[in-house]
């Protein structure tokens, strides 16, 4: 819509909003507040988007979607006469209303990185369109796997990624953080094979005819819509948790998960009920591009996680989390990402230390901290506020350590500050005043200051909340992490650089996962192709099970060029699609003696195993877009 136009339409509405209010209506409406988000061409302001109902025929063969998509909508405000929608690469069809009449529809021009807006003309003041679309081959956010680059070999496999705005790509949606709305859904898949959504009911069994129904009536922003079609199966861990996977997976999948149900007591116990139906989880194909997604209901999930010892469950509590930090209080835009992942990221360790203990997820703690330092020596200060600055970006860019680490570091600086008490309390209320809406740094600000600072000057001096916000780096007094378990580690570094033969010496009856990133990481610098033999010899580690230390260890490799662990490198990238270790890998790879060409040549083989968004993303980190 005419940009002009638009800002009638707005003055209109509010005009609307304040004339339509009596006194008892105030105060909700003074709540209310205007969404701008530069990443969604949608109207939320003119167009209360209700209800989504999706009809969809799945085909492996074309690989594409198609069918419609019926919204259910009420104008906020008279004289608005569109309704609009963000599209990315997706042929629409034609689009009807409540009558099945014809409606006007108009595709914008494409828009560096946000697609093309679809906007539909409108007579009533509410009512449904329905629009009839197909998905095009390429769409960012679906994975269409052969059969053979399934675990079963046997039968093909779609899954969508829709965060951060990739829903638009399989579906015309108003696909803004700040935009929630129920959906339901009638999926048709081929015969003999398992459809999944972040819905409310998930079948735990195959149906006959390959027809699918979804509810889901808690409103979810678009970037929650999921969907994962293939060869799947069920097992229950408890009455609300469960597992699907492959059948070949399954098993394991099962043995790593199953007191995955007490977690989410665990969780329960800390921050409040679990809002949503079930927490199952699946367990995709390994060219999946994350660790995990929090889509609700079901969690879709790496294999790269099942290390045979649990070890790795701290992703499965990120994303456990994310059922209160994200899915119930929702990030306004992606310029607020880290109400999102900041809030998950301690609330995650908050899960590990109930579970674990203190001295444990210190570890992961410290961890995070050293990363974060070594992200602010190389980033420009602007990218290292938490509020991001995403203005002719993609929002994908926000995915740094500034809003998981530097996040999660604020609200631990604030815990030091206000006790855990009074932290616990502040984060109960927090979630129960957001339940269900959206929130922005303004807010929170807001929020936080009456609520948690109130007038203790001491309290706003020392967390210095505009600074984390709205500030470059970490506040010089961010918390600092005396890690017990890594001072053995600490000493066994400098032994080792010192003598690599000194590996035989080192204590390790009681490291866990993180001693050994810790140890890794520490002699990454100074390490010579003698440690590197020299830990191969004695700790096996190219043959390892664990992908976060096996990740890691591969790169050192390939700085030192120890060629013996080159064959499992060629297999990981054959087999390994998360984006977390392809972004090192190939960086390193390309530094290292193959150089640039060499390494696109690599990359070129084996990138019909990563997601379109990996294939992206690695793309501009060789220097091949
Ligand atoms: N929501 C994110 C994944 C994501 C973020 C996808 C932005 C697309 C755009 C998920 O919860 C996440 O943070 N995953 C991490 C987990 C880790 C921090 C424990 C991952 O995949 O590595
Ligand atoms: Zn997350």
Not at 521 to 529: S, V, Y
Request: hydrophobic share 35%; charged share 25%.
């Amino acid at each position: 819509m005419h940009k002009l136009l638009w800002k009638l339409s707005l003055v209109l509405s509010l005009f609307f909003i304040i004339s339509c209010t009596n006194n008892s209506e105030k105060e909700e409406k003074e709540e209310e507040f205007l969404i701008e988000d530069m990443h969604s061409f949608a109207n939320p302001n003119e167009i209360d988007y209700q209800h989504l109902s999706l009809d969809l025929n799945v085909s492996f063969d074309e690989k594409q979607l198609k069918g419609s998509a019926t919204w259910t909508y009420q104008k906020k405000a008279e004289g608005v006469n569109y309704i609009q929608f963000d599209t990315r690469d997706l042929f629409i069809e034609k689009v009807i209303d409540q009558n099945g009449d014809a409606l006007k529809f108009e595709l914008g021009n494409h828009v560096q990185y946000l697609g093309q807006e679809l906007s539909i003309e409108i007579k009533e003041s509410s009512g449904t369109v329905q629009i009839f679309y197909e998905t095009k081959e390429g769409a960012e956010a679906l994975q269409w796997l052969e059969a053979n680059q399934t675990f079963g070999k046997k039968q093909p496999f779609l899954y969508t990624q829709s965060e951060t705005i990739y829903a638009r790509s399989w579906i015309p949606s108003p696909d803004g953080p700040g935009i929630r709305f129920t959906y339901d859904a009638n999926i048709q898949v081929p015969q003999g094979m398992m459809a999944l959504m972040s819905a409310q009911n998930n079948p735990q069994s195959k149906t006959n005819n390959g027809v699918y129904q979804f509810e889901m009536h808690q409103a979810i922003p678009a970037y929650l819509l999921a969907l994962a079609v293939g060869d799947l199966q069920f097992k229950a861990i408890d009455d609300r948790t469960g597992v699907y996977a492959e059948p070949s997976q399954l098993t394991a999948a099962y043995e790593e998960f199953n007191e995955i149900g007490e977690m989410v007591n665990v969780a329960e116990e800390l921050y409040g009920k679990y809002r949503w139906n079930r927490y199952d989880m699946l367990v995709l194909p390994s060219g999946f591009p994350f660790g995990g997604m929090e889509n609700p209901e079901l969690t879709f999930l790496t294999p790269t996680i099942i290390s045979g010892d649990k070890t790795l469950l701290n992703l499965i509590a990120h994303e456990l989390a994310h059922s209160w930090s994200g899915n119930l209080v929702t990030n306004a835009t992606w310029e607020d990402f880290w109400l999102n992942e900041g809030f998950t990221v301690y609330f995650e360790r908050r899960i590990t230390e109930a579970i674990h203990g203190k001295d444990y997820t210190d570890m992961l703690w410290s961890l995070s901290l050293q990363s974060l330092q070594s992200t602010l020596e190389v980033m420009e200060a602007r990218d290292t506020w938490m509020k991001l600055d995403l203005k002719d970006k993609h929002p994908d860019g926000g995915l740094t350590d500034i809003s998981y680490d530097k996040g999660a570091l604020f609200l631990r600086k604030v815990e030091e500050t206000i006790g855990r008490e009074e932290m616990d309390k502040f984060l109960i209320d927090y979630f129960n005043h957001f339940a269900f809406k959206t929130i922005s740094s303004e807010q929170f600000v807001q929020y936080f200051n009456k609520h948690v600072i109130k007038d203790n000057k001491d309290w706003a001096k020392e967390i210095n909340l505009k600074a984390w916000i709205y500030g470059p780096g970490i506040p010089d007094n961010h918390p600092v992490y005396e890690v017990k378990r890594f001072e053995k580690v600490d000493e066994a570094i400098q032994n080792f650089i010192a003598d690599a033969e000194y590996i035989v010496e080192i204590d390790r009856e009681d490291w866990s996962t993180y001693e050994y990133l810790h140890f890794l990481n520490g002699i990454e610098k100074d390490a010579k192709l003698k440690h590197i033999e020299s830990i191969d010899q004695h700790w096996h580690f190219t043959k390892s099970n664990n992908m976060e230390i096996l990740s890691l260890w591969l790169k050192l490799c390939i700085q030192q060029e120890y060629k013996d662990a080159y064959s499992r490198l060629d297999q990981f990238l054959d087999e390994v699609g998360r984006m977390k270790f392809l972004e090192e890998l190939y960086p390193a790879l390309k530094k290292s003696s193959l150089g640039k060409e060499g390494t696109i040549n690599l990359y070129q083989q084996k990138k019909h195993n990563y997601h379109p968004i990996t294939q992206m993303e690695i793309e501009s980190l060789i220097g091949l877009k």
